[in-house]
C-alpha cells in the first residue's frame, strides 16, 4: 500500500543533534497525519510528535522545545530535528502515516522498520 523509508538515526553524544527522516511512496491519494514514535527495550512504544497535512503539530512533554517534526508534502516525506539530545532519548524511531489510496477509502495507517537512535558519551 505505502512504504516508508527512515534514515538518519544513529550514534550521538549528549547535547548533539540528529535530523530524522521518512519518506513515503506507493499509491496515495492523500497523507493525513504523520508522525514520530519510539520504543525502548521492555517499554511500549510511545508518541513524540505527529503533524497533520496542514503544519498542525503535536510533542511529547519529554521531547518539547528540543525536537521539531516537519514534513514536505511535495515528497512525501517527513522530518524530525532532534537538538539537545540526552541518554533517554536512545531508542528506535518509528515513521507512521495514516493516509489515503483513494478519496472514498478507509484511512489506513503503515509503520516504518524503525531507524535506532543511540545518545551516549
Known amino acids: 500500500q505505502v512504504q516508508l523509508v527512515e534514515s538518519g538515526g544513529g550514534l550521538v553524544q549528549p547535547g548533539g543533534s540528529l535530523r530524522l527522516s521518512c519518506a513515503a511512496s506507493g499509491s496515495i491519494f492523500s497523507i493525513n497525519v504523520m508522525g514520530w514514535y519510539r520504543q525502548t527495550p521492555g517499554k511500549e512504544r510511545e508518541l513524540v510528535a505527529t503533524i497533520s497535512s496542514v503544519g498542525s503539530t503535536n510533542y511529547a512533554d519529554s521531547v518539547k522545545g528540543r525536537f521539531t517534526i516537519s514534513r514536505d508534502n511535495a515528497k512525501n516525506t517527513m522530518y524530525l530535528q532532534m537538538n539537545s539530545l540526552k541518554p533517554e532519548d536512545t531508542a528506535v524511531y518509528y515513521c507512521?502515516?495514516?493516509?489515503?489510496?483513494?478519496?472514498?477509502?478507509?484511512?489506513?495507517?503503515?509503520w516504518g522498520q524503525g531507524t535506532p537512535v543511540t545518545v551516549s558519551s
Open positions: 507512521k502515516t495514516d493516509y489515503k489510496r483513494t478519496r472514498f477509502a478507509s484511512v489506513l495507517t503503515s
